[in-house]
């Protein structure tokens, strides 16, 4: 069979779903066992329990999507910067796939990563709670019948900054999709305010991070069927957010996503090169 052909591109999804489910609630059930042991200490000091099962949760999407699976492989090309700061940083990523959260988890087990995200998520079974048990952070939307489109609701977006303030300040990173959706051609999007403001009004540092390929192993135009294929995670170096205004910094960090991107092997020319992109501080 031609391995992208409709029948090996089901059983390769079946093989994914059946290693992603089995070890997410293998690992779901580890991880509540651990909270009701310690207990006393989340309600002592949330961050010290999040720090274990945090990295209990990636490192199930990591053993299962990108160690038992075959289909995918992620390189990390550079590492975490080798300072160890008492406070978090902002991650970055650019959005190009389904199977990014997957990449996150690879950097994840490494470091703790608090992750916003829609909370449509709550839909899968279990999810609502394990991701509050380690400590990634639900948006909730509303229905805007007159735009006809889901909108942040206002009380939930403070909620949440003031939860990565707590959390940055734990020590504990933030991690977050600055261009707000999964880009339509690959090209890196513009991107949304909210979390340049939040460094420049606490001094956050922002971590800029480039994923590449990764739609090859979730193709956009695919909601069920996976594909196959290695992508790259490119870790660049931290911007200091210190007189900067939120524009500077917003077009400073795109500017280094875009050059991490142009630095990974699957760079596409063609398709992702943005002009003038590289121009914009």
Known sequence: MVRN????????SLQFYFLTLSVYFSTAALIVLYVIVVFPLLLWDKAIVYRVTNRLLFASFKFSALFLNYAWR?????????????RGRVIM???????DPFLVAALGVREPIICTYKDAVHKLPTSKLILRLTGHLAIHFKYDKANDKKIPLKESVISVMEKCKWSVDKGLNI?????????????????????????????VEILPCA???????????????????????????PIKPQGKT????????????YELMKQCPSFKPETQTVTGLSDEK
């Open 246 to 257: 939120i524009e500077e910094l917003k077009a400073e960090t795109r500017s280094a996503i």
């Open 211 to 237: 994923l590449s390929n990764s739609d090859r192993l979730w193709p956009l135009d695919s909601k069920v069927l996976v594909g196959e294929g290695v992508a790259y995670v490119n870790i660049g170096k």
């Open 5 to 12: 052909s409709k029948p090996v591109r089901i059983l390769r």
């Open 93 to 99: 990523f650019n959005h190009l796939s389904a199977s």
């Open 175 to 203: 991690g977050v999709y600055p261009e707000g959706r999964r880009s339509r051609d690959g090209k890196l999007g513009e991107f949304k305010d909210g979390f340049f403001r939040f460094a420049v009004e606490n001094d």
């Open 74 to 86: 992620v390189v990390i090309l550079n590492d975490f910067p080798k300072d160890r700061k008492q």
